[in-house]
């Protein structure tokens, strides 16, 4: 069959669109391995998709079919809302601000009403240190060694961004990943259902009313379903309108002024105005809707976990940007960012937690 299309997507997956039987089907495809993504990353999306539709048929896609040999593994899953994402929808249409804030709340209530569940008990500490501590480590080193300007500047113990003196990154979670007390604190009470890669590229919308949706791209383990923090989802959702595409479409400067001194910031000339009011808008949401919601009542440390999260999701993207782009530039625009965002969660938590001056 020849495709009609391709879809374009942030990894070595390739998507393709399809005709048969009068209906249009997306085959996404991948034939290598890869961090974050490749054959094996696929294979559980798609097994999670599976047992999810058999909870949610109406947010989840259908899987029409998983066909895995030695060289691929290849999906394939129905067409929906001519391919309309909630990201496109609300930074490429002419929807009014009005109309983005009523989708995004309903979505997000909607995730909250159904999508979260409690599926274990218990303060999860090691949720914390493994989702946002560890892995932006890991993901870091992995630059550091893959990289000789990151490793150059990682060197240092502070880093100089736009005049302002930031600790380290790899000093600050080393401090986070010792402090017991702070860890406890800001610890979910319980373990949810998760999507674990809530960016709004992430969601199909339907552009008619009744506005339906639909979650695309989890990341799955073998048929099973993923438990861990809902504040993941919740921090790639902000991610997704607070840089992620600003930094991947290289819509930033940044300038090399020493080893360990720079100047960064995003092009906002060139963007469109409303990514700044998503943002807003989801901030909105953070400070009126999300903190009545059930799922935070007994989650005292929520909103700096968010915090966290959102700074590990920065700093974790580093190695995807290197052997996607294959260039410094978006590579170091995640790591600035990402240690800007950790430097300013840190700082609220030393006062919070009456941290000390060394701590
Ligand atoms: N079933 C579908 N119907 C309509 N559009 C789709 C569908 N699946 C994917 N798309 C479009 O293709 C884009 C990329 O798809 P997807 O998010 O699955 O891949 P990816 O981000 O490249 O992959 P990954 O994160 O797994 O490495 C989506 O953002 C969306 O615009
Ligand atoms: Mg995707």
Redesign the pocket.
């Given at each position: 069959m020849t495709p009609l299309f391709e879809?374009?997507?942030?990894?070595?997956?390739t998507?393709r669109?399809f005709e048969r039987g009068g209906k249009?089907i997306?085959r996404?495809s991948?034939s290598e391995e890869g961090i974050?993504?490749?054959k094996t990353?696929?294979y559980y999306?798609a097994t999670y998709l599976k047992t999810l539709r058999k909870f949610y048929p109406d947010i989840i896609?259908e899987i029409l079919e998983i066909n895995v040999s030695d060289d691929q593994v290849a999906v394939e899953?129905?067409?929906?809302?001519?391919?309309?994402?909630l990201?496109?929808l609300i930074v490429k249409t002419n929807i009014s601000q009005i109309a983005g804030k009523k989708i995004m709340f309903h979505i997000l209530d909607y995730l909250f009403n159904t999508f979260y569940k409690v599926t274990d008990t218990g303060v999860a500490n090691e949720v914390v240190k493994i989702l946002y501590i560890n892995r932006p480590k890991e993901r870091i080193i992995t630059g550091i060694e893959g990289n000789s300007n990151l490793k150059r500047i990682s060197a240092n113990e502070s880093i100089i961004i736009n005049k302002n003196r930031y600790t380290n990154p790899l000093i600050l979670l080393d401090k986070l990943s010792n402090n017991e007390r702070v860890l406890e604190s800001i610890s979910p009470r319980h373990i949810y259902q998760t999507h674990f890669?809530l960016i709004p590229?992430?969601i199909?919308v339907n552009e008619e009313l009744p506005k339906e949706f639909?979650l695309?791209?989890p990341r799955g383990q073998e048929g099973n379903l993923m438990a861990s923090d809902y504040i993941y989802d919740m921090a790639k959702f902000k991610f997704g309108f607070s840089g992620f595409d600003i930094l991947k479409n290289k819509r930033f400067t940044v300038r090399t002024i020493k080893d360990n001194e720079f100047i960064f910031f995003y092009d906002y000339s060139r963007l469109n105005k409303r990514s700044f009011w998503s943002e807003l808008t989801f901030i909105d949401y953070i400070k009126t809707e999300l903190k009545d919601q059930w799922i935070t009542q007994d989650d005292s440390g929520w909103a700096e976990r968010l915090l966290l999260a959102e700074a590990s999701h920065f700093l974790s993207d580093i190695p995807c940007r290197m052997i996607k782009e294959g260039d410094d530039d978006t590579m170091l625009g995640f790591f600035l960012k990402g240690t800007i965002l950790l430097n300013d969660v840190y700082n609220k938590m030393k006062v919070r937690h009456n941290l000390n001056i060394n701590d």
């Open positions: 879809l374009k997507g942030g990894s070595m997956a998507l669109v249009l997306v996404k991948a974050n993504n490749g990353k696929l999306e896609p899953m129905p067409y929906y809302y001519d391919g309309l994402t990201h496109d890669d590229h992430n199909l639909k695309i791209d």
